[in-house]
């Protein structure tokens, strides 16, 4: 979409941090016109404040940003978007209280101002790439489910008719399903030419839609490469993953064929262990379970005394009413005994 020549987006020795805390050490990134980068790397390494710093939300100390051939490294987030960049944050942040067309309309806030005439047919080419939210254009946006509200922000970010997308952990907090279906939609909008930022933990579905790998380890790029000629040994090394990629990925990335929840390489170890985590932790339930009877036979004994002390009082009133006759019987039995030895 992007007529600039040269990189849609060139990050050049770029450091950052929050405080005395330095997160970005030196963070290199080159993304081309209608190219997917994806960002990868575990907790921790830097990716999310990456992405913040591409949108102008976490300052830059050291190091420059430059955007369609433009120093933006000093520019506001305004800036930036009036520019033609657009952000999808992590935990997708929609405005809950709002309706899913306010949604959309304040996300072609700086289209609107640009050129009001052209809202009505974005908003309308928006609802025919994602149909669900046009059934729901009046829903509040806080009563959708998560799925429905990754959509709604990827579309609210389309439409300013933006340069360059930044997508931060779209799959975060999202059912199996869900995230096919996000993925989906990223990679139909991507097939249009949209230049995307792609940050993801979900590293087998990310690969089916980045062009280019960039890895991440404690704020610098320690891999970077295409697709195509993707060392996965290398990338399951950094990524702390050992060979879980394996030969479904392999054979997903040749085909970018959409993975389903079965041939998913990474899905099945969670599963696997979740399913051990319920065996194990079943027993230990009736276990905790006996505890409970004991305690409560023993409340049964705790009230056994109770019982036991109302009878005295019985036994109290009991001699009052046959002390002379139990004491007189008790003699004549022992004096019978006696007289019989």
């Known amino acids: 979409m992007s007529e600039a020549k040269g990189p849609v987006l060139q990050v050049d020795a770029v450091t950052a941090g929050f405080g005395a805390t330095t997160v970005l050490h030196g963070v290199d990134l080159t993304v081309q016109p209608g190219d997917v980068a994806g960002v990868f790397g575990l907790n921790g390494a830097g990716k999310s404040v990456t992405m913040k710093v591409l949108a102008g939300l976490v300052p830059v100390r050291t190091g420059r940003v430059s955007f369609l051939g433009e120093d933006v490294t000093k520019r506001s987030p305004e800036d930036r978007v009036a520019m033609g960049m657009a952000h999808v944050p992590q935990g997708r942040q929609v405005f809950a209280g709002l309706s899913v067309e306010q949604n959309l309309r304040l996300g072609a806030y700086t289209l609107r101002r640009r050129d009001k005439g052209r809202y009505a047919g974005v908003l309308s080419g928006v609802f025919d790439r994602f149909p669900m939210l046009a059934e729901r254009r009046t829903q509040i946006a806080g009563t959708m489910s998560g799925g429905q ?66 890895v991440l380890q404690v704020g610098r790029v320690v891999y970077r490469g295409p697709v195509a000629g993707l060392d996965q040994e290398a990338l399951a090394g950094y990524l702390g993953i050992g060979r879980l990629l394996g030969t479904g990925v392999s054979a997903s990335l040749a085909g970018r064929a959409p993975a389903s929840v079965e041939s998913n390489p990474v899905a099945p170890t969670p599963r696997r262990r979740t399913r051990r985590v319920v065996d194990v932790t079943a027993s230990p339930k009736k276990m905790a379970s006996a505890p409970v009877r004991k305690a409560a036979s023993a409340k049964k004994k705790a009230a056994a005394p109770v019982r036991k002390a109302a009878s005295p009082k019985k036994m109290a009133s009991a001699p009052a009413k046959i002390a002379v006759p139990a004491k007189a019987g008790a003699t004549t039995r022992k004096a019978t005994k006696k007289r019989s030895s």
């Open 149 to 214: 509200q990754a959509s709604l922000a990827v579309a609210r970010s389309l439409m300013s008719e933006p340069k360059l997308v930044l997508v931060d952990e779209p799959s975060a907090g999202l059912s199996p399903m869900a995230v096919q279906v996000l993925f989906g939609t990223l990679r139909e909008v991507a097939a249009t030419g949209v230049t995307m930022v792609l940050v993801e933990q979900n590293v087998a579905f990310g690969l089916q839609l980045v062009d280019n790998v960039n």
